[in-house]
């Protein structure tokens, strides 16, 4: 297994050992064991999965605030997405700076984003399964989020946004520097 660090403070990009033949593969999605002598070492609780059946699909930008925070571990298990983060964590040196990252069924990467990151991704494909552990379980009182269309962040998502298909509720959050005022992730005590 590799382990890379991404452009953002703390974010991990995952590449799992894959044997394959001409049957398939085979792949240990997570060993708790290998996970923690690598250094991450979360105690994840809550499992998540998501179908998203068209192409263009935008879900996000997603994060529970507080003591409600999550640190999720990422995968797609069909299709491809972007996956983007945007670093909410007042005090960080990547603060206000966002990142994005092409997941897949046949890059087979993992993304670790710690608690304290807005995330949200692009569906590239028709019929992609999503799916994330959490180290926190989910509270619907510290459930945010900010737009995912945001001018002043300027993320390519790399579809045409005029045509995305997403939820009235995502549709509806506020940009980031709405948002900056109240935003209660401090680098450190998360």
Known sequence: MIVMEAKLKDVKIIEPDVFGDHRGFFTESYS?????KLGIDFNFVQDNHSLSVEAGVVRGLHFQRGSAAQTKLIRVVTGAVLDVIV????GSPTYG?????????????????????????????????????????YNAEADAGIAFDDKELGIDWQIDLSKA???????????????EANNDFVYGEI
């Not at 708790?32 to 923690?36: D, L």
């Not at 670093?87 to 007042?90: F, L, T, V």
């Not at 990467?109 to 692009?122: E, I, M």
């Open 87 to 90: 670093d909410m964590r007042k």
């Open 165 to 179: 298909i997403t939820s009235e509720k995502d549709a509806k959050h506020p940009t980031f520097k709405e948002y």
């Open 97 to 137: 700076q966002w990142e994005s990252f092409i997941l897949s069924e046949h890059n087979r990467r993992q993304l670790l984003v710690p608690r304290g990151f807005a995330h949200g991704f692009a569906t590239l494909t028709p019929n992609v399964n999503f799916m994330y552990k959490c180290d926190n379980y």
């Open 32 to 36: 708790e064991e290998k996970y923690k």
